[in-house]
Structure formats: structure tokens, C-alpha cells
């Protein structure tokens, strides 16, 4: 019993020292800025939602609707693409070998690298073709951002499975398209899940590309969260600034909240059980 509780314990401070800025967000969130000059500490003595208010408010300036559009819009793409990419060539690999030796450890070295080496060959091709500050060349280049992951994640899903299940298919007279789409994709349904809500995540938290290839039609939430924090005059607006960040923070919190157990599953049973 008291190595249970001290157990507890240990997790409770663990988990207050790890989450200590998301919390010193929330709660700065709530504060007006009298208050938060007055009360650095995590105790509200008079709780507000005027921050959230002003963030919600829509001006000629800032949009918190048009910049959570742009970013849920570029994260679908760019992970979707990736996805249907990644699949066929993760099947080659996994099945066939090619680029087993050579390939992966290129993509996952390639990926290791700081996107910033990239920034202006890719703002001048962007350029050249017309898609900067559109939707379209933001989620295009998360595609290249979510490709290394998803490739690894279904390269292991796929070599999971039994490559029994594709001489019977073969046999049956199923071409490789047809495997690849009606037998192996259903039985990869979790790791598929699983790239899905890590390429989204990763998409979403992407702030380079946002602020080098987008201006205003297309800014994501991650650049237009910081128009926020000197919104209103006067230096940094801190309880504003707490409460945008909040709201960005939200959509890839919810959905790895939602999908915990799809993810758990995925990882720990080797993505074969879907």
C-alpha cells in the first residue's frame, strides 16, 4: 500500500514538473493583464475570458478562424499524400527489398538534417511555379516533411505480415495493385491510423515553412498564433499571447487524445491487428 501511494506520488510530481509550462499557459490564459503583472503565480484570484475573447475576435488583421482553416487544410493534405506515397513504396521495400540498404537510411538521414538548409531553393521553386501563400504548396511541402515517418512506420507495419497472404492472392490471380489495396492496406488499418495522427501532428506543429512560403491567404496557425502576442500595443500581451497558444495546441491535442488506443495498439502489437 505505501509503495503504491509513493508510486503516485512520484508519477503527480513527474507529470506537474513535465507539464509545468502547458499549465503556467492555461492558467496565464485566464488571467487579465492587471493580474498577470501583479500574480505570476499559478493561484487566479479573479478568472477571465477576455483573452480568449480578443483572440476570437475577427479583424482586418488577424483571423484565429482563416488560420486554423489554413493549417487543418495543409495538415490533411500533406499527411494524406504522404500516406498514399508512402504505401506502394513502403510495399516495394518490404516485400522486394529495394532500397533497403541504400534508400531508407538515406530518407531517415535526410529527414534528421534542419529543414532550413532547404528553405531557399524551395521559396525560389515555390516561387517559380506559383504556389506560395496558397494551401496547396504549404500541404505539398509537409508531404516532404511526413514521407520519412510514414515510410518507416508501414515498411515495418508491412513486413509484419505474412508474405503468405500475397502468393495466395497471386495465385488466385490478384494483381499487385489489388493486394497492396484489398488485402494489405485492411490489415495495416492501425499503423496506417498511426501515421495518420503522427503526419497531422507533425504537419500542424510545422512553423518554417509556414512563415517563409506563406504571407496572408495562407498563413498556418503556428505563424499567425505569434501576430497575437503584441495584438494590442504596449509589448507582449501575455494573457492574449497564453490563449492563442491554447487554442492552436487543441486540434493535436484532442486527436491524440482520441486516438491513444489506436496508437498504443499500433506500437505495441506491431501494427498487425487492426
Avoid: H
Avoid at 537510411?105 to 521559396?123: D, E, G, K, S, T
Avoid at 504549404?138 to 503468405?164: Q, R, T
Wanted: proline share 5%.
Amino acid at each position: 500500500m505505501i509503495v503504491t501511494a509513493l508510486r503516485w506520488v512520484v508519477f503527480a510530481i513527474a507529470a506537474f514538473a513535465l507539464n509545468f509550462p502547458v499549465i503556467a499557459t492555461l492558467v496565464t490564459s485566464f488571467k487579465s493583464s492587471r493580474e498577470i503583472a501583479t500574480n505570476p503565480g499559478l493561484w487566479i484570484q479573479a478568472p477571465t475570458l477576455e483573452n480568449y475573447i480578443a483572440v476570437l475576435q475577427v479583424t482586418d488583421r488577424l483571423n484565429i478562424f482563416a488560420y486554423l482553416w489554413n493549417s487543418t487544410v495543409a495538415a490533411l493534405i500533406g499527411t494524406t499524400l504522404a500516406i498514399v506515397l508512402a504505401f506502394p513504396a513502403a510495399y516495394a521495400v518490404a516485400r522486394a527489398g529495394y532500397g533497403r540498404r541504400m534508400l531508407m537510411p538515406l530518407i531517415v538521414n535526410l529527414r534528421a538534417l534542419p529543414l532550413i538548409i532547404f528553405a531557399i531553393p524551395i521559396y525560389m521553386m515555390f516561387q517559380w511555379v506559383g504556389l506560395l501563400d496558397t494551401q496547396l504548396g504549404l500541404g505539398l511541402i509537409l508531404v516532404v516533411v511526413n514521407l520519412p515517418l510514414a515510410l518507416v512506420i508501414l515498411v515495418n507495419a508491412i513486413s509484419e505480415i505474412p508474405v503468405e497472404l500475397d502468393e495466395a492472392a497471386l495465385m488466385d490471380g490478384a494483381g499487385r495493385t489489388k493486394i497492396i489495396t484489398t488485402i494489405i492496406a485492411p490489415v495495416c488499418r492501425s499503423a496506417i491510423v498511426t501515421t495518420f495522427i503522427f503526419g497531422f501532428i507533425t504537419a500542424w506543429n510545422e512553423f518554417l515553412f509556414g512563415l517563409m512560403l506563406t504571407t496572408r491567404q495562407a498563413v498556418p496557425m503556428t505563424v499567425g498564433a505569434s501576430f497575437f502576442f503584441s495584438s494590442g500595443g504596449g509589448g507582449i500581451q501575455w494573457g492574449t499571447a497564453s490563449a492563442v497558444m491554447i487554442v492552436a495546441a487543441l486540434p493535436p491535442a484532442v486527436l491524440g487524445l482520441v486516438m491513444y488506443r489506436q496508437i498504443s495498439r499500433s506500437l505495441t502489437a506491431g501494427a498487425v491487428k487492426g
